[in-house]
């Protein structure tokens, strides 16, 4: 008897998930949560959220969802997605895993830790969407930050091939462009990325601190405000951030003084010069801006 392939869009409707969960509805949850009930009315949504006012937020902006008290009363869920602070993660990972049969997927800057944690739980999904924004909280972020963002699995060894297909579509199906890679070269990768231009901007920023302040207003330029953007954002999510990918972190902090200090060196005459090291760098920083302007 041969066998029968499905479309893809009927397997999708086969396998999607009747109703989600999601446990924080900061800046990223809210968002995610506004983007299922948007491309996805038939599919119920249940949250969690701690913090009265975004709940209040979230809940005037999207009546549809559901509210929950705990984690592990998102026991009836397909799918759950994790948006809490990075340090919550694993317990509430462990909360909604003893509650059900749910695919937990977290949402998380930083997946080495966390995916080592939870490799004796096949139904966790690494995951991040690489997007958001600098302030905390509910629809602080432009109103479509996730549409068409890419969202980077990182499945470890104990995940059925069957439940990372399934968590692939639904995000597909949401308009995400899906990648997959494991978690040590996720946190390499990003540590470059994204979290040494925060850590960057934050150093830059308490140079800054040091100057007179009513001279810094005055002659602070669209420079100063592009590079010390990244430091008014969430410094307790960032420094649990940076602090749970220290070591890949250190390791493109270590590239980066090596640079200044090829730069420092250029300043008194040793080796090459200073618009030699400019030129490959303005090449890259053009092919990045024109990328993402595609």
């Given at each position: 008897?041969?066998?029968?392939?499905?479309?893809r869009?009927?397997?999708?409707?086969?396998?999607?998930p009747?109703?989600?969960?999601?446990?924080?509805?900061?800046?990223?949850?809210?968002?995610?949560?506004?983007?299922?009930?948007?491309?996805?009315?038939?599919?119920?949504?249940?949250?969690?959220?701690?913090?009265?006012?975004?709940?209040?937020?979230?809940?005037?902006?999207?009546?549809?969802?559901?509210?929950?008290?705990?984690?592990?009363?998102?026991?009836?869920?397909?799918?759950?997605?994790?948006?809490?602070?990075?340090?919550?993660?694993?317990?509430?990972?462990?909360?909604?895993?003893?509650?059900?049969?749910?695919?937990?997927?977290?949402?998380?800057?930083?997946?080495?830790?966390?995916?080592e944690?939870?490799?004796?739980?096949?139904?966790?999904?690494?995951?991040h969407?690489?997007?958001?924004?600098?302030?905390?909280?509910?629809?602080?972020?432009?109103?479509?930050?996730?549409?068409?963002?890419?969202?980077?699995?990182?499945?470890?060894?104990?995940?059925?091939?069957?439940?990372?297909?399934?968590?692939?579509?639904?995000?597909?199906?949401?308009?995400?462009?899906?990648?997959?890679?494991?978690?040590?070269?996720?946190?390499?990768?990003?540590?470059?990325?994204?979290?040494?231009?925060?850590?960057?901007?934050?150093?830059?920023?308490?140079?800054?601190?040091?100057?007179?302040?009513?001279?810094?207003?005055?002659?602070?330029?669209?420079?100063?405000q592009?590079?010390?953007?990244?430091?008014?954002?969430?410094?307790?999510?960032?420094?649990?951030?940076?602090?749970q990918?220290?070591?890949?972190?250190?390791?493109?902090?270590?590239?980066?003084?090596?640079?200044?200090?090829?730069?420092?060196?250029?300043?008194?005459?040793?080796?090459?010069?200073?618009?030699?090291?400019?030129?490959?760098?303005?090449?890259?920083a053009?092919?990045?801006?024109?990328?993402?302007?595609?």
């Amino acid at each position: 008897m041969a066998c029968k392939t499905v479309p893809r869009s009927e397997r999708d409707l086969m396998d999607a998930p009747g109703k989600i969960g999601i446990v924080g509805t900061g800046l990223v949850g809210a968002a995610f949560a506004a983007l299922v009930t948007g491309r996805k009315p038939g599919i119920g949504v249940e949250a969690v959220e701690p913090q009265g006012p975004y709940r209040q937020a979230v809940a005037a902006q999207l009546p549809r969802v559901a509210w929950r008290h705990r984690a592990a009363d998102l026991a009836g869920c397909d799918m759950v997605f994790l948006c809490a602070p990075p340090g919550a993660l694993s317990k509430i990972a462990r909360e909604v895993l003893d509650a059900g049969d749910a695919l937990v997927v977290d949402m998380g800057s930083v997946k080495g830790q966390l995916v080592e944690g939870l490799a004796d739980a096949p139904r966790f999904i690494g995951g991040h969407p690489l997007a958001g924004g600098n302030r905390a909280g509910p629809f602080r972020a432009a109103p479509d930050v996730l549409v068409a963002a890419r969202f980077v699995l990182t499945p470890h060894a104990g995940n059925a091939e069957a439940d990372i297909e399934r968590v692939e579509r639904f995000l597909a199906s949401l308009g995400f462009s899906v990648v997959r890679t494991d978690a040590q070269a996720h946190d390499e990768l990003m540590a470059r990325t994204s979290h040494l231009p925060h850590l960057l901007s934050y150093a830059y920023a308490n140079v800054l601190s040091r100057m007179d302040p009513d001279e810094l207003q005055v002659f602070s330029s669209r420079s100063t405000q592009t590079l010390t953007r990244h430091a008014a954002g969430n410094t307790r999510m960032w420094g649990e951030i940076l602090q749970q990918n220290a070591e890949p972190v250190s390791a493109a902090l270590d590239d980066l003084i090596a640079e200044l200090m090829t730069l420092r060196n250029a300043f008194a005459g040793q080796g090459t010069s200073v618009a030699t090291r400019l030129d490959p760098a303005a090449a890259i920083a053009a092919t990045l801006n024109r990328s993402n302007e595609e």
